[in-house]
């Protein structure tokens, strides 16, 4: 059965679970090969369930090609070997980078100033910001050369509000303008870059933390956003003929799906949060060299 991204090379970064993994599956069920990477290898590797080989196979049963990557994007070299496999294998070709790897510390959640939180949260801005440009250093490359690609970043509203504190939030609104300025230089090689919102995920840490104080909430599983919603609008944006209208854009998932005609599981329309949380600030179109 033809899909709609067969041929299409995709690389997810951080996907043996969570968003990530939804975002290689929805990329999978419409036939992309997808290189799945993360450093979980063995169910017990992470305090959450979740491994890279074991999410490249569900990319496969899918529909499309799942290929497990071994890659800690907090190592360079790691992050070069892994394009240099996909160059070999791909005859250079690579269509989509979700740079989605983010460490996120057990105690972001907690309250209280960032001061009495652990330091190890600004880790986020370690893996999480400086591991989305180095991956994409390394995907434009590929992409440029062959003058056609989309790189998208998973952020969130923390990027506008106050959300888990500054680390979080910096990392957040940080991708945000990875995208914005990559779009400058990748736009003469009509390769698109965009940051997506995404809302609440229905993920397993996002349950974890729920089944600990029900109560506190209550109803929000609900309207929470699977991940392949992301996944799917991802591959809306990359077959859009007009996909670089959108290049450098920083879009709020539940308002772009609207566009595309994307619903969530059982037909819903995950709600935007901008009224609640705020939205995208507008980038200036000054240009510096």
Same mark, same amino acid.
């Given at each position: 059965?033809?899909?709609?991204?067969?041929?299409?090379?995709?690389?997810?970064?951080?996907?043996?679970?969570?968003?990530?993994?939804?975002?290689?599956?929805?990329? &999978?069920?419409?036939?992309?090969?997808?290189?799945?990477?993360?450093?979980?290898?063995?169910?017990?590797?992470?305090?959450?369930?979740?491994?890279?080989?074991?999410?490249?196979?569900?990319?496969?049963?899918?529909?499309?090609?799942?290929?497990?990557?071994?890659?800690?994007?907090?190592?360079?070299?790691?992050?070069?070997?892994? /394009?240099?496999?996909?160059?070999?294998?791909?005859?250079?070709?690579?269509?989509?980078?979700? $740079? $989605? =790897?983010?460490?996120?510390?057990?105690?972001?959640?907690?309250?209280?100033? /960032?001061?009495?939180?652990?330091? =190890?949260?600004?880790?986020?801005?370690?893996?999480?910001?400086?591991?989305?440009?180095?991956?994409?250093?390394?995907?434009?490359?590929?992409? =440029?050369?062959?003058? $056609?690609?989309?790189?998208?970043?998973?952020?969130?509203?923390?990027?506008?509000?106050?959300?888990?504190?500054?680390?979080?939030? =910096?990392?957040?609104?940080?991708?945000?303008?990875?995208?914005?300025?990559?779009?400058?230089?990748?736009?003469?090689?009509?390769?698109?870059?965009?940051?997506?919102?995404?809302?609440?995920?229905?993920?397993?840490?996002?349950?974890?933390?729920?089944?600990?104080?029900?109560?506190?909430?209550?109803?929000?599983?609900?309207?929470?956003?699977?991940?392949? /919603?992301?996944?799917?609008?991802?591959?809306?944006?990359?077959?859009?003929?007009?996909?670089?209208?959108?290049?450098?854009?920083?879009?709020?998932?539940?308002?772009?799906?609207?566009?595309? &005609?994307?619903?969530?599981?059982?037909?819903?329309?995950?709600?935007?949060?901008?009224?609640?949380?705020? &939205?995208?600030?507008?980038?200036?179109?000054?240009?510096?060299?």
């Amino acid at each position: 059965m033809d899909r709609p991204l067969n041929g299409v090379v995709a690389v997810v970064t951080g996907a043996s679970r969570g968003a990530g993994k939804g975002i290689a599956l929805a990329l &999978g069920a419409q036939g992309a090969t997808v290189y799945v990477t993360g450093r979980s290898q063995q169910e017990g590797d992470a305090p959450l369930p979740g491994t890279i080989h074991a999410t490249a196979a569900a990319v496969t049963q899918a529909g499309g090609r799942g290929i497990a990557v071994v890659c800690d994007h907090a190592r360079d070299r790691q992050v070069r070997a892994l /394009f240099e496999q996909i160059k070999r294998e791909q005859d250079g070709r690579l269509d989509i980078l979700v $740079n $989605n =790897a983010t460490v996120i510390h057990d105690r972001l959640i907690d309250k209280g100033p /960032f001061w009495k939180k652990p330091l =190890a949260l600004v880790d986020i801005l370690e893996v999480g910001l400086r591991s989305a440009y180095v991956a994409s250093w390394y995907a434009a490359k590929l992409m =440029a050369r062959r003058k $056609n690609g989309l790189i998208a970043f998973t952020s969130s509203f923390g990027a506008s509000c106050y959300m888990h504190g500054p680390a979080y939030g =910096a990392q957040k609104a940080g991708v945000d303008k990875l995208a914005r300025d990559m779009a400058v230089d990748l736009r003469p090689y009509h390769v698109a870059a965009v940051s997506i919102w995404m809302g609440m995920l229905k993920t397993e840490r996002t349950r974890r933390v729920m089944d600990q104080d029900p109560q506190k909430y209550a109803g929000f599983w609900e309207i929470a956003e699977t991940p392949e /919603f992301t996944g799917r609008l991802i591959a809306a944006l990359y077959r859009d003929d007009k996909r670089m209208e959108k290049s450098g854009q920083v879009l709020i998932g539940a308002e772009a799906a609207l566009e595309y &005609g994307i619903t969530d599981e059982g037909g819903k329309q995950p709600p935007s949060h901008r009224a609640l949380l705020g &939205g995208p600030a507008p980038g200036h179109p000054a240009v510096v060299e």
